[in-house]
Every structure is written in C-alpha cells, then in structure tokens.
C-alpha cells in the first residue's frame, strides 16, 4: 500500500514562508502522478499544483511565483515551498499520488492522499 505523510504546516504572518514535506512510501513504479491540494472547511478541495513523469506540470495561478514544488530523485519525498503566504492561503494542505500519468488520474482521481497539514496564515 501507498502511504504518504505530510508535514511542516503551522502558522505565520502574511508574507511570511513555510515549506511542506510529503513523504511517500512507495516503490518506485514506472510511472506516477502526484500533486498538492488544499481546502477550507466547508470549500471544495482545490488542487496547487499536479505534475507527474511525462512533463505535465500545472500551478494554480493563485500561487504562480509564489509556491514551488520538488521532488527527490528516487521520487520518496515531495517539497512544497510557499512563499509570500497570504491569508487566503489558509488551508489543509493534502499531499496526493497515483501510480500512472495524470492524464489518467484526471478521469480516475487520486487514490493516495496524506493526512493533511494546516497552514495558517495571519494578517
């Protein structure tokens, strides 16, 4: 089973940065998909950034320049970088995985998520 765990969220001031771990327990599998997601009570999960091994890459726009995501080689752990944090940014984050390319996971949604990781952001 794929098992991935989140950490680093806590609480900063508006402009302030945190960056977010996402460690995978996984083998190493031929191809894979994974993505940050965040959610506000009571809001629709929303998805920060997804990429996978084929070169599909998209960032929300609401934190283009802002957050910037990376991974180690043997694709075991996933950085979020967040920078200039506003207090919109205010969520759980959820780190996500699929074992195939996202063009899949689109129609199939992810089947892997963490436990998820509050970031709080005050004005």
């Known amino acids: 089973a794929i098992q991935l765990v989140e950490s680093g969220g806590g609480s900063v001031e508006a402009g302030g940065s945190l960056r977010l771990s996402c460690v995978a327990s996984?083998?190493?599998?031929?191809?894979?998909?994974m993505a940050w997601f965040r959610q506000v009570p009571g809001q629709k999960r929303e998805g920060v950034v997804v990429?996978?091994?084929?070169?599909?890459?998209h960032t929300a726009d609401f934190v283009k320049d802002r957050f910037t995501v990376s991974q180690d080689n043997n694709r075991k752990k996933l950085t979020l970088q967040m920078n200039k944090l506003k207090p919109e940014d205010t969520a759980m984050y959820y780190c996500?995985?699929?074992?195939?390319?996202?063009?899949?996971?689109?129609?199939?949604?992810?089947?892997?998520w963490g436990q998820g990781t509050q970031v709080s952001v005050s004005s």
């Open positions: 996984w083998h190493t599998y031929s191809h894979y998909c």
């Open positions: 996500a995985a699929e074992v195939w390319e996202c063009s899949v996971v689109r129609s199939t949604g992810f089947g892997h």
């Open positions: 990429f996978d091994d084929y070169g599909y890459n």
